[in-house]
Structure formats: structure tokens, C-alpha cells
């Protein structure tokens, strides 16, 4: 099993193409989220009704904000005429402030609005179309991550593995006194180190290089990053078998990876309708996106995603044992 | 090491690809299974090794029925396609395949180098394979095969693309194995090669159309070649 281990290792090494795959793809697709999906530079403008001098100076360091004389009586009607952001009020009962919808652009007068009423003052803001969708790289950096990871190791692991087949590498090894068993783990462990280090830099670029933000702790999420990828490998090495050369591994990710995605929490899985958001348990990277969302999100730790952590370990575990199984079907020693 | 073969037969599917193969290789022998491509030759050499279920009938080595994981560090298994790791040397390639069978340290680099200067690889040990010629690749693996000293080799199409010097420096390098003891399973569809071996059988269509020590083949063929025994008894097999 370590001479599997080791010679993965070294055969990465000399794969630049691989390591790249492996290592460099995620972290450019998660940079290119990043500009596509994060700040822009962009100042949004409100109008300000009735707001105190020294409100609208502290929203002016972030938003570009015009004092107006009248209540507009329509808000909504009046900031898409007036092709502006949002319209903010102030009266006795305390701040509102009126937004067309939820997004990146609305989301940057939040934070302007939030850093301003910092004092206590009552706030309250009103949306023309309510949507539960932050759209904000940070809000859904748990489902990139999680399935970036996913995808890269699974299509590494299972091209890897058909190429074990097709190359007739696979034969010498059964021929060999390892037991299945040992193939298998030695398979594991040798690409769930790599995924390992993918893993860690993908968090750790995430966190420090991007700054999305963690709620919770870096080591858990580069915990359920490595449990997410150990599931990919398992699950790579399984398909491999109904393929017959590395193309067909790639015919695999619309009815592999692409379902995963709908089920990682891009989409909230209590609004799918008819029921179908139960699949969700039957996929990997649900409990992956979903544990790190909780960390990243809401900083829970650990012990609050033991459910998630589970259902990866069980993941793993079943399609380990599937490996083995598929393995034994193909030599009878 | 001995084989004994009887009563194999194995379907794909509804086809039937071997049909009732029953013979003895004996040790200390070279032994050459001919047959054009899809004749059934790789497919008897997987049933040998147990990397294949037979439908029906059974393999002993050494009168141990198999498979049988114990006896699988004393063969020697050289596949068709090549068997080797691109992105590693050609140094490495013979380390992993030496790692699965324990050998490693001061005794994997005597084996190695001892092998690699036999099939005349010793300034490439460093060659990444992806670098190498089809021919060199042929000898890499051979060498792998032979890096524990199996008692037992098994070699699918071992000299298909080299060139025939090199070609015959493997045979003459196979015929010392024999010498030394160890049995030999060759396939080939290239019928000069029969000369070098010490038994043939010849397979068409899953059947065994022809077995024999090569001397009686070449009695059998009035002192032509094996060839034309070949296309004799391939005729008669269409005309029955």
C-alpha cells in the first residue's frame, strides 16, 4: 500500500499538467468568482429624505448620497425612474431604507447603512422583491469550494484510474500479493494527500488571499474540504469502471457533478418543489457545502455539524467498500 | 513450475471465447500460445494468472488450484499493453512494481540494475517512460516482470515493436531463464517465434487447433515451416 501511496506522489511531481489540474484550476475559477462575483468598485446612490447631517456624512464615505425635500410617495417607482439604488428615510419611529431587490449592488448599501446606525438607532429595510440570495462571492464561497473540490478530485481520481485499466498497470498490481483492499486504500490515501493540500490552499487562498469571510475555524473547513475529497476519489475510482477510456470519465460529470451542484445549496433546498429537495442526502457534496456553509456562515463548530460530518464519513466508507467489491468482480485471485 | 489446464471455458456475453482448453506446461519450459488477434490467447493468459474467472473448468500451479494470492509473488506478468506509469522514470517504474512484491533497498538496486543493463536500459534508468520508444517500453516492462525472479513468467506479445536484434537478444535472454528453471508462457501471433519455444499450441476461435512439442510441429509441417501447419489445420478446421 505505500509503494502505491508513494509512487501517486511521485507521479504528480512529474505531471505538471495534473498538479495544475489539481491545484492551479481551482484557485484561478474561485479568483475569477471572485472579480466577477465580489467588490467591484462600485459606489451605489441613494437618496437621502429627512436623514441628519451627520447620517448622511457617514454614508457618504461609501455611497454617493443626494438630499431630497419630499417623501417620494412611490420608493420603489422612484428609484428605478431615478436610476438610482435605493431611497433612505428617516422620522421618528426610526431609519427605512427601500431597496428593489437583495444583490450585490443593494448589499454594499447595506453595509454602508449598517455601519451607520452602529449607535442603535432603529432601522428597517423594505425590498420591492423580497429573495433569501445574498449574491455575493461570500455568501456563496461554500458551494464553490465544496464542488470545486469535488469535481477536480473526482475526474483526477477516476481518469487516474481508467488509465490504471486501460494501461493494464491495474493487472500488474493484482497480479502482485497486494490484496484489493490495500489497492484501494493505497489509491485513497495517495490522492486524498493531494486533495489534502489542494484542500488546505483552497481554504487557506479563500481566507487570506480573496478574504472571504470565516464565521468559524479554517481547520474545520479544511477537515470537511479533505472528507469531501476522499468521497471524490471513492467516487472517481467507482464510475471509472463503466468507463472505457478517460473520455468517457468526462461524459460523467453532467450526471455526476452537475445534479451535485443543484443540491449544494445554490439553490435553497426547501424551495425545490414536488419533494425533490429530499435527493439531497444521496449526494456527497450536499453534506460537504452544507457542513462548510455552517462553519463559514454561521461559525458553528465541529461538534454543530457532526450530521454532515457523518454523512461523509458514511459516503466514503460505502463507496470504499464498493471499490473493493467492483475490484473483486474483475480478478478472481 | 508446472500448470495444469483443464476444461476451460469462458463466454463474453454470449460469445464464446474459449472452449474446453485442456493442456500441461511443464517446468522449465518455454511454451508459445499462437493464434491471431481475438483468438483467445490474452484471455487464457488472464485465466492463468486468476486475474480471470473461468466459466467452468480449472488451473493448478504447481498443483495449487487457482487463484491463489500466495503464489502470485512467484509469477512474473509482462501485459500487453506496456503496464507502465508514464510520468515515472523508468528507475521508479521498476521500484513501484519491485515495492508491491517487498523488494526493496540494496536488493531492489542489485535486481534492477542487473535487469536494466540485460535489456540494455542502464544510461536511461532516468528516462522518463513518456520519453521512451515503443521498443524501449517493451523492454521496461519486461524488466519489471522480472524484477522479483519469478519462477513462473507470463509474457502477452512480449516482442511486438522491437526490432529484431533487439528481438533476439530477449529470446536468448528468455531461453537462459529457461535454463535457469522457470517456466515461460508466451503468446505470439508472429510464427517465427514458435522456433524459440520449446511447446506451441495453436488457437483459432477459443479452440486449441493444434499442440505439440515445436520439433513434432515442424516433423508434422514435412519439415516446412510452422507456418503452413498453421494455414493445414486452420483449412481443415473451416472445412469440418
Known amino acids: 500500500m505505500t509503494a502505491i501511496i508513494v509512487r501517486i506522489l511521485r507521479q504528480i511531481r512529474n505531471d505538471f499538467r495534473s498538479l495544475a489540474l489539481l491545484i492551479i484550476a481551482p484557485i484561478f475559477i474561485l479568483t475569477l468568482l471572485y472579480f466577477l462575483l465580489g467588490d467591484s468598485g462600485y459606489i451605489p446612490k441613494i437618496d437621502a429624505y429627512g436623514l441628519p447631517d451627520a447620517y448622511v456624512n457617514t454614508l457618504s464615505e461609501s455611497l454617493t448620497v443626494t438630499s431630497i425635500d419630499q417623501l417620494p410617495a412611490e420608493p420603489y417607482t422612484y428609484i428605478t425612474e431615478h436610476k438610482i439604488d435605493g431611497v433612505i428615510t428617516a422620522d421618528t419611529s426610526g431609519i427605512t431604507l427601500y431597496l428593489i431587490e437583495n444583490n450585490s449592488k443593494t448589499a454594499l448599501v447595506q453595509k454602508a447603512l449598517s455601519q451607520m446606525v452602529k449607535g442603535g438607532v432603529e432601522s428597517n429595510i423594505m425590498y420591492q422583491y423580497e429573495t433569501s440570495s445574498d449574491n455575493q462571492l461570500d455568501s456563496l464561497a461554500y458551494v464553490f469550494l465544496g464542488v470545486l473540490a469535488f469535481f477536480f478530485v473526482f475526474i483526477f481520481s477516476g481518469v487516474s484510474f481508467v488509465g490504471e485499466r486501460s494501461q493494464q498497470t491495474l493487472d500488474r498490481m493484482l497480479l502482485s500479493p497486494l490484496s484489493k483492499t490495500s489497492i484501494i486504500l493505497g489509491y485513497l490515501i495517495g490522492y486524498g494527500i493531494l486533495s489534502g493540500v489542494q484542500s488546505t490552499i483552497m481554504i487557506l487562498f479563500a481566507k487570506y488571499v480573496l478574504h472571504l469571510s470565516f464565521s468559524g475555524s479554517v481547520l474545520t473547513c479544511i477537515l470537511i474540504m479533505v472528507l469531501l475529497s476522499f468521497c471524490a476519489v471513492a467516487c472517481g475510482t467507482l464510475l471509472s469502471i463503466f468507463a472505457q477510456n478517460q473520455f468517457q470519465m468526462i461524459q460523467f460529470i453532467p450526471i455526476i457533478i452537475v445534479p451535485q451542484i443543484f443540491f449544494s445549496g445554490l439553490i435553497p433546498i426547501d424551495t425545490i418543489p414536488y419533494g425533490i429537495g429530499r435527493l439531497c442526502y444521496i449526494f456527497p457534496v450536499y453534506y460537504g457545502c452544507h457542513a462548510l456553509k455552517d462553519v463559514m456562515v454561521y461559525g458553528y463548530s465541529i461538534m454543530d455539524i457532526s450530521f454532515y460530518i457523518i454523512g461523509l464519513v458514511i459516503f466514503t466508507t460505502v463507496l470504499f467498500a464498493a471499490n473493493i467489491v467492483a475490484l473483486k468482480q474483475e480478478g478472481a485471485s | ?240
Open chain 2, 1 to 240: 513450475m508446472e500448470i495444469v489446464i483443464e476444461g476451460i471455458t469462458k463466454k463474453f456475453k454470449e460469445q464464446s471465447v474459449l472452449e474446453q482448453i485442456s493442456f500441461v506446461m511443464e517446468e522449465g519450459s518455454i511454451h508459445c500460445l499462437l493464434g491471431a488477434s481475438g483468438a483467445g490467447k490474452t484471455t487464457l493468459l488472464r485465466i492463468i494468472t486468476g486475474a480471470l474467472k473461468a466459466d467452468s473448468g480449472s488451473v493448478r500451479i504447481d498443483n495449487i488450484p487457482m487463484p491463489n494470492r500466495p503464489i502470485l509473488n512467484k509469477i512474473g506478468f509482462m501485459p500487453q499493453q506496456d503496464g507502465l506509469y508514464n510520468e515515472l522514470s523508468v528507475y521508479d517504474n521498476l521500484r513501484f512494481f519491485a515495492g508491491i512484491q517487498n523488494l526493496h533497498g540494496k536488493e531492489f538496486d542489485k535486481k534492477a540494475l542487473e535487469l536494466l543493463e540485460i535489456v540494455d536500459l542502464l544510461k536511461d534508468k532516468n528516462k522518463r517512460v513518456s520519453h521512451c520508444s515503443g521498443g524501449m517500453k517493451k523492454r521496461i516492462s519486461l524488466a519489471a516482470a522480472l524484477i522479483h525472479s519469478p519462477q513462473l513468467l507470463i509474457l502477452d506479445e512480449p516482442t511486438v515493436g522491437i526490432d529484431p536484434v533487439l528481438r533476439r537478444q530477449i529470446w536468448n535472454y528468455l531461453k537462459d531463464l529457461k535454463k535457469q528453471g522457470k517456466t515461460l508462457v508466451v503468446t505470439t501471433h508472429v510464427m517465427d517465434e514458435v522456433q524459440n519455444c520449446d511447446y506451441a499450441a495453436l488457437l483459432q476461435n477459443g479452440h486449441i487447433l493444434v499442440k505439440d512439442s515445436v520439433e513434432n510441429l515442424v516433423q508434422m509441417a514435412n519439415g516446412g515451416n510452422i507456418e503452413e501447419l498453421f494455414f493445414t489445420n486452420n483449412s481443415e478446421e473451416g472445412k469440418n
